[in-house]
């Protein structure tokens, strides 16, 4: 097989959701946008040709049917890669054959349904083949009065939550939290949630769409029926004492190229924000794959094979055999870095060599029992 050793490009696949959006901004073009909204959106990447009125819910930047835009591994999904390529794909480090880290641009214009995700031990027990889910945001556009649910208002009992998600009123039994741009939240199995209108946001999780919704509020789905419900599992994994992880403090470190966010870390996945003022060259990591979705700005991918443009709404992977690679911003650009962490070594110790870190370690950095 050719050898991955350049940066790659994925092309998401849109998801059709009932709860979604027309209007893709600030992320996506939609074809058939008028010529002065189109140079408004210079720098922007178009979204394929999706039907004009289709709302639009997620987009799967690292889903099975992302498609490679370049490279030896051009116009194959992600699922075709993951499974020929293995670790060269993923990393020595991952031993999975699909793709460690599923991330999503999730667009809101009505409420999600109320829900819950196991962990791995109960996926494994109730739902073999499948693993929990672990999850994260980061609030990218918040409209005015934005918001969602996180974890149970105390005292709330099962035998409420469950009589009210029949009713269709859990949302009365859940803490409401109106977010501003730029915060993230931290959503780990077992937390009763719900993202709620008016949200553009960054989601990554560990690679499963196992959900057990438990309040649809009586809504019907795109094939016009009920969507199902499941309250046995539901409520068996939700966990009535889960706190709310938010608003999670910005622990920013300078770099000659401008500013690096630690966002938020856990066993499954890690969350950085990069910040580009000028170029700046990078090393691959040796053991694991690397992504990078490109939330603001536009520019060039470099290496020494040549160049590539990248602009907002791309993502790109970078395979361990890449050495090096480097990254020249047209106008100050962010990124969002997503990757399976060595804790100790991408979060700890960065931290508690800073000034003040330590302090925000806990709050950052979420380890279950049995890894403290």
Same mark, same amino acid.
């Given at each position: ?41 210079e720098?922007? =990447?178009?979204? %394929?040709?999706?039907?004009?009125? !289709? ?5 799967? @930047? /690292?889903?099975?049917?992302?498609? &490679? ?15 020929q ?13 699909r ?18 995700h ?14 929990g ?28 939550l469950?009589a ?29 949630? =719900?993202?709620? %209108?008016g949200?553009?946001?960054? !989601? ?5 769409? @196992? /959900?057990?919704?438990?309040?649809? &509020? ?25 706190p ?7 622990v920013?470190?300078s ?57 907002t ?24 870095k ?27 950095? &979420? ?6």
């Amino acid at each position: 097989m050719t050898k991955l050793d350049v940066p790659l490009q994925l092309a998401p696949a849109f998801q059709p959701k009932i709860w979604g959006r027309r209007d893709l901004a600030p992320l996506y073009q939609r074809p058939g946008m008028s010529r002065r909204r189109r140079r408004a959106d210079e720098g922007v =990447a178009v979204a %394929p040709a999706i039907a004009t009125m !289709e709302r639009i819910g997620e987009a799967w @930047l /690292t889903g099975d049917e992302a498609r &490679f835009m370049n490279g030896p591994v051009s116009g194959l999904t992600l699922g075709e890669v993951s499974r020929q390529y293995g670790a060269e794909l993923h990393g020595e480090s991952w031993k999975g054959d699909r793709f460690p880290v599923l991330a999503k641009f999730i667009y809101t214009s009505d409420w999600l349904s109320v829900q819950v995700h196991p962990d791995d031990a109960y996926a494994a027990v109730h739902d073999p083949g499948n693993v929990g889910k672990c999850e994260g945001w980061y609030i990218l556009k918040a409209d005015r009065g934005a918001s969602f649910l996180l974890g149970l208002k105390p005292k709330t009992s099962i035998e409420a939550l469950r009589a009210a998600c029949e009713r269709g009123l859990s949302k009365k039994l859940l803490r409401l939290f109106h977010p501003k741009a730029n915060e993230a939240v931290f959503v780990p199995p077992g937390t009763v949630h =719900a993202l709620g %209108p008016g949200l553009v946001l960054f !989601e990554a999780e560990q690679n499963s769409d @196992l /959900t057990y919704r438990l309040d649809d &509020f009586g809504r019907l789905g795109l094939d016009g029926k009920p969507r199902p419900l499941h309250l046995k599992k539901g409520m068996e994994v939700a966990r009535l004492d889960s706190p709310a992880h938010r608003a999670l403090p910005q622990v920013v470190l300078s770099e000659p190229y401008g500013s690096r966010r630690l966002v938020v870390a856990c066993r499954t996945f890690a969350v950085e924000e990069l910040t580009l003022r000028k170029a700046a060259s990078f090393a691959g990591s040796a053991v694991r794959v690397e992504a990078l979705a490109v939330v603001a700005g536009d520019g060039r991918v470099e290496t020494g094979a040549g160049w590539l443009g990248y602009r907002t709404g791309e993502t790109w992977l970078i395979p361990p055999a890449t050495t090096s690679y480097r990254l020249v911003p047209r106008v100050p650009t962010r990124l969002l870095k997503f990757y399976v962490p060595d804790l100790a070594r991408d979060f700890v110790q960065p931290l508690t060599a800073r000034r003040g870190g330590a302090a925000k370690l806990s709050k950052i950095v &979420f380890l279950t029992d049995q890894e403290k």
